[in-house]
């Protein structure tokens, strides 16, 4: 892997002494403000659509930026969350969604995923997303399913007692963003996940 060992050089020779301040601080300092919930697709890119530095985005990259619904046992997304809101302290939750998602285009499309088994349990936790997604006014189901779909995320949010626990003190606000390859544009969906507004 050429590129990523010469990524580590050019990191080391040009970014980091730039940055040197900040990363001397932040080897005693962990203290994110956001905990951001994206597709682990290579084109979706949390700091760099928000221009985040290091030390301010708490991430968690699942296929499909699926967050499963709470339950009794534990697993690495549960502990990422719990540990983002209730020790970190987050004070926002970003669900990003985007646009040509290889999961939602998996579901709305019925592929084959006999040869993925794994890939077809995980995309079970957005059965409830698909369910709701019904051929509307034009749009590609696909659009419409990656919408719903991080709509019913921050539902399943909402299910873990960290998470509920923080939304009714009021210390944490839910957002649910779709990110969109070709323009670059991003939009926060409402509650209704159907109505979006440009972030920025
Ligand atoms: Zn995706």
């Known amino acids: 892997m050429p590129d990523l060992t010469e990524g580590v050089t050019r990191?080391?020779?040009?970014?980091?002494?730039?940055?040197?301040?900040?990363f001397a601080e932040l080897a005693a300092t962990h203290r994110p403000t956001t905990l951001f919930i994206s597709c682990s697709d290579a084109r979706v890119v949390p700091e760099l659509i928000t221009q985040s530095e290091p030390g301010e985005l708490f991430?968690?990259?699942?296929?499909?930026?699926?967050?499963?619904?709470?339950?009794p046992g534990s697993d690495g997304v549960a502990?990422?969350?719990?540990?983002?809101?209730a020790v970190l302290g987050v004070t926002d939750i970003v669900v990003c969604g985007h646009s040509a998602c290889g999961a939602m285009t998996a579901l709305a499309e019925n592929h084959d995923l006999t040869a993925a088994p794994a890939v077809a349990d995980w995309l079970r936790h957005a059965d409830a997303s698909r369910a709701r997604v019904t051929a509307e006014t034009g749009e590609r189901e696909v659009d419409a399913l990656v919408r719903e779909n991080v709509r019913a995320q921050l539902a399943n949010l909402a299910t873990h007692p960290s998470v509920a626990r923080a939304l009714a003190a009021r210390t944490l606000t839910l957002h649910g963003w779709v990110y969109d390859i070709p323009t670059g544009t991003v939009e926060e969906l409402d509650a209704t996940g159907?109505?979006?507004?440009?972030?920025?």
């Open 194 to 200: 159907r109505t979006a507004t440009l972030v920025a």
């Open 11 to 22: 990191f080391r020779r040009d970014v980091y002494p730039a940055k040197a301040e900040l």
């Open 59 to 71: 991430v968690i990259r699942t296929a499909g930026n699926l967050v499963p619904a709470h339950t």
């Open 79 to 85: 502990a990422s969350i719990e540990y983002a809101v």
